[in-house]
């Protein structure tokens, strides 16, 4: 069953570096697969009180321009869970059952859930999800970044739809419109053979085209016109 998440600012945690939300800490949010088939992370409470964790991996896909998670048996999480007192520190292994990489690059998340605590004086806690990307490598190699870029007309609003015809991942640094910035907020990684649309100020739209700037932090910037499809 596939089930399709939808992410809101109050419940998953955003990504960085070394991410530090609520009571957790996690080094190596972005996990890169060896040929092996392996990766780590850390996992950190540095809270003040013992924090549960439940580790659930998901197959990641987009579909209509749309992330779509499915819990997955194709990799393993170890421990799957465990319990931190504050200041410690936990190393999760993850595994693959069978690490042989695809012409594409093969997308996971591992779901890193903080388990409520209860108390009388304080009552429920909230608890994040931390949704880590997984990427295994394709067989040869990352291809340099290639997007192709159109104009979309729906509902007598206009979007951009960007295509990545890569191998691999392709994420946004930054797509300017008409000298205005166009937010991605949590689209900004497309998919290998996969598209993602951001709506576009009709303000910018003449005779069906619009001068595009774009960055991506892998890669590839340039400024092009783009034309309806």
Do not use: C
């Not at 399709?4 to 009571?23: D, K, R, W």
């Not at 209860?118 to 997984?134: D, I, K, Q, R």
Request: aromatic share 10%; no cysteine.
């Amino acid at each position: 069953m596939k089930y399709l998440i939808f992410v809101m600012a109050a419940f998953f945690a955003a990504l960085s570096a070394n991410t530090g939300f609520a009571s957790t800490s996690i080094n190596n949010v972005v996990m890169e697969v060896d040929s092996g088939g392996r990766a780590t992370t850390e996992i950190t409470n540095i809270g003040e009180d013992p924090i549960g964790y439940t580790l659930t991996p998901y197959d990641w896909t987009i579909e209509d321009g749309e992330d779509i998670y499915t819990e997955t048996s194709q990799f393993m999480a170890v421990p799957p869970t465990f319990q931190l007192a504050p200041g410690q520190t936990m190393t999760v292994r993850v595994g693959f059952r069978n690490p042989t990489p695809a012409r594409a690059e093969r997308t996971f998340r591992l779901s890193v859930r903080e388990v409520p605590t209860v108390t009388a004086e304080e009552g429920l806690s909230f608890a994040y999800n931390h949704m880590l990307p997984v990427y295994v490598a394709p067989v040869g190699g990352r291809e340099p970044t290639n997007v192709r870029f159109s104009l979309v007309q729906r509902g007598g609003a206009w979007f951009l739809r960007a295509l990545n015809e890569g191998n691999a991942r392709a994420v946004v640094r930054s797509l300017v419109v008409g000298g205005s910035e166009i937010p991605t907020s949590s689209k900004a990684t497309i998919l290998a053979r996969s598209w993602r649309e951001y709506a576009v100020p009709a303000s910018s739209v003449s005779n069906g085209s619009v001068t595009l700037q774009y960055d991506f932090s892998n890669g590839g910037a340039e400024t092009i016109t783009v034309n309806q499809r």
